[in-house]
T-cell receptor, first 113, second 112 residues
Framework: ETGVTQTPRHLVMGMTNKKSLKCEQHLGHNAMYWYKQSAKKPLELMFVYNFKEQTENNSVPSRFSPECPNSSHLFLHLHTLQPEDSALYLC????????????FGQGTRLTVV | AQSVTQLDSHVSVSEGTPVLLRCNYSSSYSPSLFWYVQHPNKGLQLLLKYTSAATLVKGINGFEAEFKKSETSFHLTKPSAHMSDAAEYFCVVSDGGQNFVFGPGTRLSVLP
């Protein structure tokens, strides 16, 4: 248990659906991240939030929409996804201080049909 | 810019034999370096980290890594592999703050 909780653990959605992934941490961290992990590809950073402000958007398609209402919660809103968006989506958090590690959730396994 | 190279995409060892997973990095700053492990369909778990203190870092489950600045390397080792070590391993470099750069990963197989 890392202190970062993601829900749901598994999600199957059609290409016309709208769904949201949730991430929660109570570690007192000020930075939160979304990563995408596809089979046979390196981990891809999607978004970074620091003190609720988005500080990085790695050219992610607009069908992925992040939301960070406070420093403890992070959402990823999904709409009109494509089958190639099927992947493991990982949330992480860290303290914005040199030498501190990122703590990861268990991930949400997303399948787009 | 930072980058991480993991020289082997797949390493296979026999149970009870040593493990060596190689990692080389590039960073303009004095980096922090991490090794994470990921078991199937799980999140990433921190094994160990280097943050400019001792160059030989000990982690969980008997793993250790040595920071060698002259070789820009941070190889992960374990004296004796266990079946439960079979997983994906990621080397990560950070220049501080929020910028974590992941290597492509090395899949470790442990044969009985």
């Amino acid at each position: 248990e890392t202190g970062v909780t993601q829900t749901p653990r598994h999600l199957v959605m059609g290409m016309t659906n709208k769904k949201s992934l949730k991430c929660e941490q109570h570690l007192g961290h000020n930075a939160m991240y979304w990563y995408k992990q596809s089979a046979k590809k390196p981990l891809e950073l999607m978004f970074v939030y620091n003190f609720k402000e988005q500080t990085e958007n790695n050219s992610v398609p607009s069908r992925f929409s992040p939301e960070c209402p406070n420093s403890s919660h992070l959402f990823l809103h999904l709409h009109t996804l494509q089958p190639e968006d099927s992947a493991l989506y990982l949330c992480a958090s860290s303290q914005d201080r040199r030498g501190t590690e990122a703590f990861f959730g268990q991930g949400t396994r997303l399948t787009v049909v | 810019a930072q980058s991480v190279t993991q020289l082997d995409s797949h390493v296979s060892v026999s149970e009870g034999t040593p493990v060596l997973l190689r990692c080389n990095y590039s960073s303009s700053y004095s980096p922090s370096l991490f090794w994470y492990v990921q078991h199937p369909n799980k999140g990433l778990q921190l094994l160990l980290k280097y943050t400019s203190a001792a160059t030989l870092v000990k982690g969980i489950n008997g793993f250790e890594a040595e920071f060698k600045k002259s070789e820009t390397s941070f190889h992960l080792t374990k004296p004796s592999a266990h079946m439960s070590d079979a997983a994906e391993y990621f080397c990560v470099v950070s220049d501080g703050g929020q910028n974590f750069v992941f290597g492509p990963g090395t899949r470790l197989s442990v044969l009985p």
